[in-house]
């Protein structure tokens, strides 16, 4: 099992931006499909980002392409989520979950069999 820790949350305000962090536990990081993904208060969770094993290829939910970014340094076991122009709406509890299987970035949830325990972003107007 993979050990996903996720950090960099927190309070901004409208238009500011956050760098979440995610450090896994995994030997293998290297050969891990990363995902992040956010749920808001009362609302389903859903798909912000993945990225494949080498980094080379990355997937965005639309409506936030253009304002975020996920990167990874297989060096240091640690994926990124770099969130720009932030808004109310992005606040909610961030995830980070690792593929150990996958082959390809995925947008689905379940195809990721490890997560961490989200951190808080919040947005304020």
């Known amino acids: 099992q993979v050990q996903l820790v996720e950090s960099g949350g927190g309070l901004v305000q409208a238009g500011g931006s956050l760098r979440l962090s995610c450090a896994t536990s995994?030997?293998?990081?290297?050969?891990?499909?990363m995902g992040w993904f956010r749920q808001a208060p009362g609302k389903e969770r859903e798909f912000v980002a993945s990225?494949?094993?080498?980094?080379?290829?990355?997937h965005y939910a639309d409506s936030l392409k253009g304002r975020f970014t996920i990167s990874r340094d297989n060096a240091k076991n640690t994926v990124y989520l770099q969130m720009n122009s932030l808004k109310p709406e992005d606040t909610a509890i961030y995830y980070c979950?690792?593929?150990?299987?996958?082959?390809?970035?995925?947008?689905?949830?379940?195809?990721?069999?490890?997560w961490g325990q989200g951190t808080q972003v919040t947005v304020s107007s």
């Open positions: 979950a690792a593929c150990t299987y996958c082959v390809a970035v995925t947008p689905h949830s379940y195809e990721y069999n490890d």
């Open positions: 995994g030997r293998t990081f290297s050969s891990y499909v």
């Open positions: 990225v494949s094993w080498s980094g080379g290829s990355t």
